[in-house]
Protein backbone atom coordinates (compact mmCIF):
# COMPACT_ATOMS: atom_id res chain seq x y z
CA UNK A 1 0.00 0.00 0.00
CA UNK A 2 0.94 3.45 -0.86
CA UNK A 3 1.83 6.14 1.61
CA UNK A 4 1.81 9.80 0.79
CA UNK A 5 2.54 12.52 2.93
CA UNK A 6 2.77 16.03 2.09
CA UNK A 7 4.54 19.47 4.18
CA UNK A 8 6.29 22.54 3.74
CA UNK A 9 2.90 24.43 2.86
CA UNK A 10 2.31 27.90 5.01
CA UNK A 11 1.79 31.29 4.43
CA UNK A 12 3.99 33.68 2.32
CA UNK A 13 3.72 37.40 0.94
CA UNK A 14 3.23 37.59 -2.81
CA UNK A 15 7.32 37.45 -4.21
CA UNK A 16 7.96 34.95 -1.99
CA UNK A 17 8.79 31.42 -1.88
CA UNK A 18 7.92 27.84 -0.03
CA UNK A 19 9.51 24.22 -1.00
CA UNK A 20 6.62 21.97 -0.61
CA UNK A 21 7.88 17.88 0.17
CA UNK A 22 6.03 14.53 -0.60
CA UNK A 23 7.64 11.43 0.83
CA UNK A 24 6.10 8.66 -1.07
CA UNK A 25 6.04 4.98 0.74
CA UNK A 26 5.33 1.37 0.02
CA UNK A 27 4.95 -0.11 -3.87
CA UNK A 28 5.55 2.24 -5.72
CA UNK A 29 8.08 0.65 -8.93
CA UNK A 30 5.19 0.16 -11.36
CA UNK A 31 4.86 4.36 -10.97
CA UNK A 32 5.59 6.46 -13.70
CA UNK A 33 4.23 10.10 -12.55
CA UNK A 34 4.93 11.64 -9.31
CA UNK A 35 3.13 14.88 -9.46
CA UNK A 36 1.88 17.79 -8.05
CA UNK A 37 -1.92 19.49 -8.32
CA UNK A 38 -3.79 21.74 -6.64
CA UNK A 39 -7.61 22.88 -5.71
CA UNK A 40 -8.39 26.57 -4.57
CA UNK A 41 -11.87 27.59 -2.73
CA UNK A 42 -14.47 27.44 -5.70
CA UNK A 43 -11.98 26.47 -8.34
CA UNK A 44 -11.15 22.72 -9.82
CA UNK A 45 -8.54 20.76 -9.28
CA UNK A 46 -5.47 21.49 -11.93
CA UNK A 47 -2.06 19.98 -12.11
CA UNK A 48 0.59 21.98 -11.64
CA UNK A 49 3.66 19.70 -12.44
CA UNK A 50 4.90 16.33 -12.98
CA UNK A 51 8.03 14.56 -13.07
CA UNK A 52 8.39 11.04 -14.60
CA UNK A 53 10.25 8.61 -12.35
CA UNK A 54 12.43 7.17 -15.08
CA UNK A 55 13.70 9.69 -17.42
CA UNK A 56 13.26 12.88 -14.53
CA UNK A 57 10.96 14.55 -17.80
CA UNK A 58 9.13 17.03 -16.47
CA UNK A 59 5.76 19.02 -16.99
CA UNK A 60 4.31 22.15 -15.50
CA UNK A 61 1.34 24.14 -16.20
CA UNK A 62 1.44 27.17 -17.59
CA UNK A 63 0.40 29.39 -14.91
CA UNK A 64 3.36 28.38 -12.83
CA UNK A 65 6.14 27.69 -15.69
CA UNK A 66 9.08 29.39 -15.09
CA UNK A 67 8.30 29.92 -11.55
CA UNK A 68 8.25 26.78 -9.83
CA UNK A 69 10.43 23.49 -9.94
CA UNK A 70 9.45 20.06 -9.78
CA UNK A 71 12.34 17.74 -8.74
CA UNK A 72 12.75 14.12 -6.94
CA UNK A 73 15.19 12.03 -4.64
CA UNK A 74 15.19 8.25 -5.29
CA UNK A 75 18.25 7.60 -3.61
CA UNK A 76 16.44 8.30 -0.28
CA UNK A 77 13.61 5.87 1.28
CA UNK A 78 11.05 6.53 1.06
CA UNK A 79 11.56 8.39 -2.08
CA UNK A 80 10.85 12.38 -1.66
CA UNK A 81 9.53 14.77 -4.70
CA UNK A 82 10.01 18.54 -3.97
CA UNK A 83 8.41 21.76 -5.01
CA UNK A 84 10.17 24.67 -5.21
CA UNK A 85 7.76 27.18 -5.47
CA UNK A 86 9.26 30.84 -6.51
CA UNK A 87 7.55 34.40 -7.22
CA UNK A 88 4.92 33.32 -5.48
CA UNK A 89 1.27 35.30 -6.05
CA UNK A 90 -1.84 35.98 -4.42
CA UNK A 91 -3.45 33.03 -7.48
CA UNK A 92 -0.99 30.12 -6.37
CA UNK A 93 -3.41 30.61 -2.74
CA UNK A 94 -4.77 26.78 -2.85
CA UNK A 95 -4.56 23.59 -1.10
CA UNK A 96 -1.38 21.54 -3.46
CA UNK A 97 -1.81 17.55 -3.35
CA UNK A 98 1.15 15.42 -3.97
CA UNK A 99 -0.24 12.83 -6.19
CA UNK A 100 1.47 9.25 -7.92
CA UNK A 101 0.74 6.45 -10.44
CA UNK A 102 1.30 4.42 -13.75
CA UNK A 103 0.34 7.79 -16.31
CA UNK A 104 -0.12 6.03 -19.38
CA UNK A 105 -2.41 9.11 -20.03
CA UNK A 106 -1.51 12.81 -20.31
CA UNK A 107 0.29 14.17 -17.53
CA UNK A 108 -2.72 16.73 -16.42
CA UNK A 109 -4.95 13.78 -16.19
CA UNK A 110 -6.08 12.46 -13.11
CA UNK A 111 -6.48 8.97 -14.43
CA UNK A 112 -2.64 8.70 -14.60
CA UNK A 113 -2.53 9.03 -11.00
CA UNK A 114 -3.62 6.21 -8.23
CA UNK A 115 -2.44 7.43 -4.55
CA UNK A 116 -2.79 11.10 -3.35
CA UNK A 117 -2.12 12.61 -0.51
CA UNK A 118 -4.13 14.70 2.17
CA UNK A 119 -2.86 18.01 0.86
CA UNK A 120 -0.87 21.09 2.46
CA UNK A 121 -2.09 24.90 2.26
CA UNK A 122 -0.30 27.03 0.63
CA UNK A 123 -1.66 30.83 1.31
CA UNK A 124 0.10 33.58 -0.64
CA UNK A 125 -1.13 37.69 0.74
CA UNK A 126 -0.87 40.21 -1.25
Known amino acids: QVHMVESGGGSVQAGGSLRLSCTVSGYTYRYRYMGWFRQAPGKEREAVATITTGGGATFYGDSVKGRFTISQDNAKNPVTVYLQMNSLKAEDTALYYC?????????????????WGQGTQVTVSS
Open 99 to 115: AAGPGGVPWRDEAGYVS
